[in-house]
Every structure is written in C-alpha cells, then in structure tokens.
C-alpha cells in the first residue's frame, strides 16, 4: 500500500509515521502532485496557525489538488480544519470539501483544549471497533462547528464536530496518532477503508 503524508511544512509529521510504522505501513512524505495523486491512502496533517499554514498549501499549489483527491484521504487536526469553508483562524478561506466553518472558542473556557476529551454520536467506518465516549487526544483553539458532516461529536464549551466526512474525505479534530489504543485503531480503519480511484 502506498501511504501518502502531505508534507507542506505545518505538520506534526513525526509521530504520525511512527504510528503507521507500528501498524506495519511507511508512511511516505511528500508535497509532489504526480505521487500524491497516486497513493492508495492520503494523510493531510497540520500543527500551527491557519492562514500560514493555507498560503504554504497555495505556494504549491496543493489548495487545488487536494480537493480533486479520489482515494481516502484523512486531515488530521489543523488539516481537517483547512478543509472546512473558512477558518476564523487568521479569517481563513478553507478548501470547501466540509460545508462547515470553523470558529474560536469562547472566553469562558481555558483554551486551548488542551489534552483528553470524550468522542460520541459515532458514524462511519472509520469508527469501527470504538466504543461512543472513547477518549482522544485533542489540541485546539478553533472548532468546526456541529453540521451534517459531523461523524463524531465532542463538548467543550459548546458541542462541536471532532470528526467529518464527505465522500472520500474524512477529518478528524484529535490527534489518533496520540490517542493510544482506540487512536491507532482509527488508523488501522483508515487503512482498511476501500479505495475507489
């Protein structure tokens, strides 16, 4: 299997392949379109802030390509964020893919989320073998609002989307790579999950 990580300089790219290397894949870094386009399986990371992070996907010109994608493909973090409308995040456009805008969290509440947070309202493949109320590890500032895409729910200040999907493109707010046991088996599922391209 041909396991792409998007490598556009605002991923935490590291602990990300060594999850699928326990799971027995190489993860391949790369921010070439041809070999992009080729993987089997997509992993759209992200760490940091908004805008920067978009305008270093336009430089390459992956803020048209990513959204073309056929096969699955997986933004984690910041990357899901990145495929929502907009973010409020630097008053970001986003690449569309989810019909959602992400927002800030309010002042009432300590930000960022910053640790374990429970995961209910499951729906989808992805979740196979989770139980509703799993813990993942999450941090962020931002959101995604709750929405018709949402495949997964959390509460902190507000209930919000911590997982989307759309098509072949699935999002999750949690880091799965940080997320113990029930997290790498979030990546074993997306591993599993049939490639149409």
Same mark, same amino acid.
């Given at each position: 299997m041909k396991l792409i990580i998007i490598d556009y300089g605002a991923g935490n790219i590291k602990s990300i392949q060594f999850a699928f290397k326990r799971l027995g894949?190489?993860?391949?870094?790369?921010?070439?379109?041809?070999?992009?386009? $080729?993987?089997?399986? *997509?992993?759209? @990371?992200?760490?940091g802030? $908004?805008?920067?992070a978009f305008k270093m996907l336009q430089e390459s010109g992956l803020d048209v390509v990513i959204p073309t994608l056929k096969q699955p493909v997986l933004g984690i973090c910041l990357g899901m964020q990145l495929m929502c409308n907009?973010?409020?995040?630097?008053?970001?456009?986003g690449l569309g893919i989810f019909d959602v805008d992400v927002?800030?969290?309010s002042n009432t509440v300590k *930000? @960022?989320?910053?640790?374990?947070n429970v995961i209910k309202d499951l729906k989808s493949d992805l979740f196979t073998g989770i139980k509703e109320n799993e813990f993942m590890y999450l941090v962020h500032s931002f959101y995604a609002e709750s929405c018709d895409e949402a495949i997964a729910t959390s509460d902190y200040d507000i209930e919000y989307a911590s997982a989307l999907?759309?098509?072949?493109?699935?999002? *999750?707010?949690?880091h799965p790579e940080k997320s113990s046991i029930a997290g790498e088996q979030i990546l074993k599922n997306f591993l599993e999950l049939k490639t149409n391209h």
């Open positions: 894949v190489d993860a391949v870094l790369s921010n070439t379109i041809d070999e992009i386009k $080729a993987a089997d399986k *997509v992993i759209f @990371p992200g760490v802030e $908004a805008s920067s907009s973010s409020e995040e630097g008053n970001t456009k927002k800030k969290f *930000v @960022p989320q910053m640790g374990w999907q759309k098509d072949n493109f699935y999002g *999750v707010q949690f």
